[in-house]
């Protein structure tokens, strides 16, 4: 009969990954609701939910950030639970951060402010994952 002992540092690590999982699984949630907005939904029924950008652009482009959005999601979830190629979701985070660090200047300079409060959460989620799954629990791959 063996008997495991856990260290402190092994506690730690098992904590930070299960902070890390939750943080994968809201911010795939959120880019979830996101990629669909952006990749399904109307031009129309978009700006009634106060995206008016959608108007004055192509909507290639907003099919294109729904696409990237969705991606990202695939790479946030499926490398970890499959541990094939697990450091993609570092980055995946890191394209997901890449749309947000673009987002946030193209809300403020047309005066959507009301949208920034939930890009600052997309950064915090995605700057936290990236962090963690590069410095304090990297997901591994099979044996």
């Known amino acids: 009969m063996s008997m495991t002992i856990e260290t402190p540092a092994a506690t730690g690590s098992k904590a930070w990954n299960i902070s890390l999982w939750v943080a994968q699984v809201v911010l795939a949630a959120f880019y979830l609701m996101a990629a669909y907005m952006h990749g399904l939904m109307s031009v129309e029924a978009l700006a009634q939910m106060g995206a008016v950008w959608v108007q004055e652009y192509p909507i290639a482009l907003a099919r294109f950030i729904g696409i990237m959005e969705f991606l990202g999601v695939l790479g946030l979830i ?14 995946a985070a890191a394209g997901l951060l890449a749309i947000q660090v673009l987002a946030v200047p193209f809300h403020a300079v047309r005066g959507e402010f009301a949208a920034l409060p939930f890009n600052l959460i997309y950064v915090v989620l995605a700057v936290f994952v990236l962090w963690g799954r590069l410095r304090k629990a990297p997901l591994t791959g099979r044996p």
Not at 82 to 87: G, H, K, L
């Open 78 to 91: 499926l490398p970890g639970v499959t541990r094939i190629r697990p450091e993609l979701t570092v980055w």
